[in-house]
């Protein structure tokens, strides 16, 4: 009867001293959820209770719970009075058809380190079932059409450059190559230069001179044609000024 007793005592004291513990210590991870579709969001809340000890420092993330479950949008920390917890809370979603064991997370109270309970969310690809086939009002789907026939409009410039310029292009290139053997071709046969030189320039006293000769051959005097004689000569004067001086 003793025995019975103090083991009914022990067992007693250490209900009470996890209660206690919890009390002052208890720290909480809750999903809204632990099952949702691919794609679909729901809240993570983190708690602690607000007397866990003068400096708390919640779990920090980048942008990602775990692997695979990817922070949506992080809300601040938030003090609940009247339910003596601190609480932040996080929107969260997962994009892979797993089950995700979530490993608890680590508060830090006064340089001590405190874990919460682990986590389990299944994540899933949805498959319809008659419940949920029924909701859907048919009345509102989009009639299928037929396919429409496809519509002839004229090319733009832009367009048909895009699809035949290249084309162009080269053709151009022969026939341009066409010409140049041609020519060539025929300059050879005729014993001619392919490239012809260029005139040589005859001095200004020497055209001068011709032209002063051919005035008086013209025989403008003799037919007393004085005026168109001089007009010839005042002519040669002034080509002769502007090929010698350049004026």
Do not use: C, H
Request: aromatic share 14%; glycine share 2%; proline share 4%.
């Amino acid at each position: 009867m003793i025995y019975f007793k103090l083991k009914y005592i022990k067992l007693l004291s250490i209900l009470l001293f996890i209660f206690a513990f919890n009390t002052n210590y208890a720290q909480k991870a809750v999903l809204q959820t632990n099952k949702i579709i691919i794609g679909e969001q729901i809240t993570l809340s983190l708690t602690i209770n607000s007397n866990a000890g003068e400096t708390i420092i919640f779990p920090e993330f980048d942008d990602e719970i775990i692997s695979g479950i990817e922070i949506i949008e992080k809300f601040g920390v938030n003090k609940l009075p009247t339910k003596n917890i601190i609480e932040q809370k996080f929107t969260i979603t997962a994009w892979k058809d797993t089950l995700f064991n979530i490993q608890p997370f680590i508060f830090i109270v006064d340089n001590d380190t405190f874990k919460t309970n682990p986590l389990q969310l299944k994540v899933s690809y949805l498959t319809p079932d008659s419940s949920f086939i029924a909701k859907i009002d048919t009345s509102q789907l989009i009639k299928i059409a037929d396919i429409k026939s496809p519509e002839d409009t004229p090319l733009t410039f832009k367009e048909f450059w895009q699809r035949f310029g290249i084309y162009i292009i080269i053709w151009l290139i022969v026939i341009v190559v066409a010409i140049g053997a041609y020519y060539v071709y025929k300059r050879i046969k005729q014993n001619k230069p392919i490239f012809s030189a260029p005139k040589p320039v005859i001095p200004a006293d020497i055209w001068a001179n011709e032209k002063l000769l051919e005035l008086r051959a013209s025989n403008l005097i003799e037919e007393n044609k004085i005026k168109k004689y001089y007009s010839e000569l005042i002519s040669i004067i002034k080509i002769y000024i502007e090929k010698r001086y350049k004026i």
